[in-house]
């Protein structure tokens, strides 16, 4: 059936539709010479023929596509929905179009003939199309001419047979930008066929998941080119697999590509390998950056110019020749994974150069002798010397490095660490400090340096103190109300057990905070209303954050507290041991680290003190700690077992009143205040074991030596009942430590 003199297609299609509708099926639609169709808000669908070509014919005449257009389920022999003879325009500037489920032997949704024009193709989807070659788009014979593909998607159209899952071009294609070809597939080119007469201007589009696994051929994942590519430009090729030749392109013995601007290429698999590129004939990278992620291969020339940077990172590049004006750039990981440059000559011009990116330390075979004069690297850490095409790459001493690039010893010694580091993570984390070098952040690397070398910070002095003062100020809040909560108790002896729930905060400057919650629960006796003797047991987690380092620690502590009170004065006494385990959660550039180690700690408190009948208490004392931090190895560095000493000089004051209540209930309230002085504080000092360094000893921060303590608390005694609540302080320079208890006690 065939419409003509129609000033717009989508008034005679509501006719058309509705006779279709009574019949089963769509009647092929022809545009003769001469005549102009404009296609707008329609569906043209169940077209089906084995042996006429496209639903609809585009016999010399235009047509014109602008907006909502839906052509689904056609089936034809050339061209499942267009045959074209004649100039089709395809704008959809309104709203896209649609190219679905169509079917033919060449071009499934369109078959561009040898004198077909089509000036544009813009804002459409080409969806599940199949053809045996062309999934989508076959543009067939030297005079076949595409001015602009734009603005659209190729998403799972099929060449069963041959080439060109979305597109097989024999002709012209001018341009193709800002197109997505997602998962095509075909025997030769997943997503673009491009034939050895074909040429295509410009490519400016993403290539997802493409892929050749059947047939014959299985080369090009995303690409076979064996025309003329122009240019391709800002694209990226990701996840394209081919069953043999070229992950991503595979370009023939006549083909030439040219790239441009910023171009990527990562997960890319030939034949069951990491491959972007397998080049038998010519390409050159003009300008911008071109990465490479999984390498490429093949017997062609590549040619780098001037001004144009092709980065392989730690891939292997194997070509025939490589003439090389511009930037070849390779990264040196490890021994393992390295940039190798295997080519059978090289051709490196008055510009050329081989920027290497070093990680490791080593002696590397690039495959190709190079010159001394044509390699720039970080001479700032590294030394490079070059023997035919081994390159041998050693670490300058720490010195010059610290001279060189104005880092801390630290954080130069870490620096050479990584780059002597036989792990691979680490050694990925040494490029990464390369990085940061080279843009000048020294910031960053002196705060990941100080998170390999061990702990910098006082926590553990923090974590550990936390522990003890908790369970110490608890003894002898204990101790020190006895008298008063159970003077009027008459036996010798009279036990109390008491449970106390406990939550601390605790901020060192800005460089960590710690969050502990915890259980305590003792039994004491009160001999003779003069002695008192008790043991306690408290489990307590703890979860500290500092920068990008989190640390849990999980702690069990033991504690033994008396006192002797034979009148208002007194002496009172603590013991404790603590056992904790830390597991430490740490990103060091870019890198994971994850150490575990043990901290044991154990000391002791001694106060004295006279209980004026009007509240008031003085007192002074000693508080002992002492740490003991197992050796680790962190991953980085192995870390020396170590100790540290802290004795403090207590003296304080107190005032507590106590009210009594006809029914016998007492409330005590109570203030209390003291200043230390740490008389023994070791340095924060840690050995540690580095990879090109041996020995080297760390300097970190430790807790100010002045301080002060302050709490208030608030106890009510019933009968045998005893409940409190109370509020501790802990300041130092740039540092305090908040802690509020809740204790309950019964007396037996």
């Known amino acids: 059936m065939t419409f003509r003199n129609c000033f717009t297609w989508s008034f005679c299609f509501l006719g058309f539709i509705g006779t279709l509708s009574n019949a089963g099926a769509a009647e092929q639609i022809e545009v003769p010479i001469g005549e102009v169709y404009n296609i707008t808000d329609s569906t043209y669908e169940m077209y089906q023929s084995d042996s006429i070509n496209g639903a609809v014919a585009v016999v010399n005449g235009d047509l014109n596509v602008t907006a909502n257009a839906k052509f689904l389920n056609n089936k034809g022999n050339l061209g499942g929905v267009f045959y074209n003879l004649g100039n089709i325009s395809i704008t959809s500037a309104d709203g896209n179009s649609l190219f679905g489920t169509n079917e033919a032997t060449l071009g499934g949704a369109i078959y561009n003939t040898n004198s077909g024009k089509i000036s544009e193709i813009s804002h459409s989807l080409f969806q599940r199309n199949q053809s045996d070659s062309g999934g989508a788009i076959y543009n067939s014979g030297q005079g076949a001419f595409i001015d602009r593909i734009a603005n659209s998607s190729f998403i799972e159209n099929t060449a069963k047979k041959e080439y060109g899952g979305a597109i097989h071009n024999q002709g012209s294609i001018t341009s193709i930008e800002q197109v997505a070809f997602l998962n095509n597939s075909a025997s030769s080119g997943g997503a673009i066929s491009n034939d050895v007469n074909g040429r295509i201007g410009n490519i400016n589009a993403t290539f997802n998941g493409n892929r050749v696994l059947l047939g014959e051929l299985k080369q090009g994942g995303a690409i076979s080119n064996s025309g003329v590519i122009e240019s391709i430009t800002d694209s990226k090729f990701i996840g394209n697999r081919a069953g043999d030749l070229g992950g991503a392109i595979y370009n023939a013995s006549t083909g030439s590509i040219t790239f441009k601007g910023t171009n990527s290429f990562s997960g890319n698999i030939a034949g069951g390998n990491s491959n972007d590129i397998l080049n038998d004939g010519q390409i050159i990278i003009a300008d911008g950056i071109t990465t490479i992620g999984s390498g490429i291969s093949g017997d062609g020339t590549l040619t780098v110019q001037d001004g144009a940077t092709l980065s392989i990172g730690s891939t292997t590049l194997n070509q025939g020749v490589l003439n090389l004006d511009g930037v070849l750039s390779a990264s040196i990981v490890n021994q393992k994974n390295f940039g190798k440059i295997d080519v059978d000559k090289i051709n490196i011009g008055a510009t050329g150069k081989l ?140 036990y109390g057990f008491w449970a106390q729930g406990l939550m601390n905060t605790s901020k060192y400057a800005d460089a960590f905070t710690g969050d502990t919650n915890g259980v305590a629960v003792g039994l004491d006796a009160l001999i003779k209303k003069h002695y008192m003797l008790g043991f306690a047991f408290s489990y307590n987690q703890t979860d500290i954050t500092a920068n990008e380092r989190d640390t849990e620690v999980t702690s069990n502590n033991f504690m033994l507290y008396g006192q002797y009170k034979p009148n208002n004065w007194y002496v009172n006494a603590a013991l404790n041991y603590a056992m904790s385990d830390y597991v430490e959660n740490a990103i060091a550039f870019g890198v994971i680290i994850n150490p575990e180690y043990s901290v044991d700690s154990f000391g002791g408190q001694l106060i004295t003190g006279y209980d004026f009948g009007f509240g008031l208490t003085p007192e002074v004392g000693a508080r002992y700690l002492y740490i003991s931090q197992d050796g680790y190895d962190n991953g980085f560095a192995e870390v020396a077992k170590t100790d540290f000493n802290y004795l403090t000089a207590i003296a304080g004051v107190k005032y507590a009143l106590s009210f009594e209540t006809e029914g016998r209930l007492k409330f005590i309230p109570e203030v209390r205040a003291a200043f230390t002085y740490d008389v023994i504080s070791d340095d924060n000092t840690l050995s540690v074991t580095i990879p090109g360094i041996g020995n080297y000893i760390t300097y970190g921060d430790k807790l100010s030596e002045l301080g002060g303590e302050f709490g208030i608390g608030l106890s009510l005694a019933y009968n045998e009942w005893n409940f409190s609540l109370n509020y501790d302080l802990d300041i130092r320079e740039s540092y305090n430590s908040q802690t509020g208890s809740v204790n309950f006690k019964y007396t037996f």
């Open 355 to 494: 920027d290497l990116t070093l990680g490791a330390t080593g002696i590397y075979d690039f495959g190709t002798d190079i010159s001394a004069g044509s390699v720039s690297y970080n001479d700032s850490i590294y030394t490079v010397s070059i023997d035919g095409s081994n390159l041998v790459v050693k670490t300058k001493s720490v010195e010059n490095i610290v001279d060189s690039t104005n880092l801390s010893s630290d954080a130069a010694v870490v620096v050479i660490g990584l780059s002597n580091s036989s792990s691979y993570s680490l050694n990925i984390a040494s490029l990464n400090a390369q990085s940061a070098l080279e843009s000048g952040d020294l910031g960053y690397i002196e705060k990941e340096s100080e998170i390999l070398l061990g702990e910098g910070k006082p926590i553990v002095q923090s974590v550990a103190s936390v522990l003890q003062t908790q369970l110490f100020s608890m003894a002898t809040n204990r101790m020190n109300m006895s008298d008063k909560i159970e003077k009027d108790i008459d036996e010798n002896v009279a």
